[in-house]
């Protein structure tokens, strides 16, 4: 198996082989890493190792998906400080269209794509704390609770990397679970930055979403670092395990690149629209 850096962002982007290659190096390293790191979050939150958020999760291989499938997976973004109104309305109509999974826009933009997506399949989806992760927690609390109230069916929040980066996942916790009980009816993100950490850390916030109650963890913001790559998306996959999804954000422009994140373990992608023919 080839060697990678301790940040696994620096794997290459290429074809379903080196999808495989991702894999094996995620398996490696949350066979290798897990015990700790579990050890590491049941410390910091006083819980009992071998609680039932802290099974080791089974090896998967490599998920196939056709091209025809991808768009309804995938949550259409549009979070650029530009974006105008006629240009949210165009995103809505495309996913309407195309059969997106949803629409994510800042909560200011809320109200507009509930109005515009009602009656539809597609879900409206707000970020909050966004894209940093530094406000107060209360603060993205308020947040997700307006953005919920004007129609938000999903909440997307930024982890506070800094806090997790030095190791203060107690804080970390209480980030997450403040917005989740803000937010009780609605499906919510824990973004990661995912490629600012090392694998260790990885593992451990997802471990720390889970007991947050989240359903998701998505790889970053798209704004801050490198977005989606096979081996942080194969390791979250891992360390999620059956109560967690995923979702891949961050330079996926195309069918054939969203492919390859669903084939390493993506349960959602985020894009702003993805090029291709649809084949496959």
Known sequence: MAEYSVRPNLLPQADSGSVGEAIAWADEVYERCFDACARTVSNALDLPVGGRFFFKQGARGIRPVKSAAVMGLTDLTMLGAEATGADIDALCRKAVEGGARSVCVNSSRVQRITQFLQG????????????????????????????????????????????????????????????????????????????????????????????????????????????????????????????????????????AAARRMVAAGADVIGAAWLDGDGAG
Do not use: W, Y
């Not at 609770?145 to 930024?158: D, F, H, K, L, Y």
């Open 120 to 255: 539809t399949q597609v879900l409206p989806i707000a970020v909050v704390g966004f894209p940093l992760g530094a406000a107060t927690p209360a603060a993205v609390a308020a947040e997700a609770a307006e953005a919920v109230a004007a129609g938000a069916r999903e909440i997307e929040t930024v982890l506070p990397v800094g806090r997790l980066l030095e190791g203060d996942l107690r804080r970390t916790f209480e980030t997450i679970l403040t917005v989740r009980e803000a937010v009780p009816t609605a499906g919510l993100k824990v973004i990661l930055e995912a490629s600012l950490l090392t694998p260790e850390l990885i593992i451990q916030a997802c471990l720390v979403a889970r007991e947050a109650r989240a359903e998701f963890v998505q790889t970053a913001t798209g704004v801050l670092a490198d977005g989606a790559v096979e081996a942080n998306v194969a390791l979250m996959r891992r360390a999620a395990g059956t109560t967690l999804h995923v979702k891949a954000l961050g330079g996926i422009h195309t069918m």
